[in-house]
Nanobody, 122 residues
Framework: QVQVVESGGGLVQPGGSLRVSCAAS????????MGWYRQAPGAQRELVAA???????NYADSVKGRFTISRDNAKNTVYLQMSSLKPEDTAVYYC????????????????WGQGTQVTVSS
């Protein structure tokens, strides 16, 4: 089994910065893509940013230039550095990990964390 745990959410003022982290643990042979999604009240879950095992990144247009995703492969951890935060960034932020649990089988599965609340408000 693979566990995914986010941390680092909280309350921040508009224009401020915040970093959220996500660590994967358990039965992991390798991890491909790691990503962050968010879901605001009454809205659908949307992709914020993703990073491949090779370091290629992808961002939602709404966060380009403000958010930076990075990962530490040795720690199976992905980070999302958020700057110039806006009230519309308020949401529950979810981490997802595409992991291969077995060295024998090539199946890759997507695992989700429980989410961490980010609130941008004065």
């Amino acid at each position: 089994q693979v566990q995914v745990v986010e941390s680092g959410g909280g309350l921040v003022q508009p224009g401020g910065s915040l970093r959220v982290s996500c660590a994967a643990s358990g039965r992991i042979f390798s991890i491909a893509t790691m990503g962050w999604y968010r879901q605001a009240p009454g809205a659908q879950r949307e992709l914020v940013a993703a990073i491949t095992d090779g370091g290629s990144t992808n961002y939602a247009d709404s966060v380009k230039g403000r958010f930076t995703i990075s990962r530490d492969n040795a720690k199976n951890t992905v980070y999302l550095q958020m700057s110039s935060l806006k009230p519309e960034d308020t949401a529950v932020y979810y981490c997802n990990v595409d992991a291969r649990p077995s060295a024998i089988r090539t199946n890759v599965y997507r695992y989700w964390g429980q989410g961490t609340q980010v609130t941008v408000s004065s």
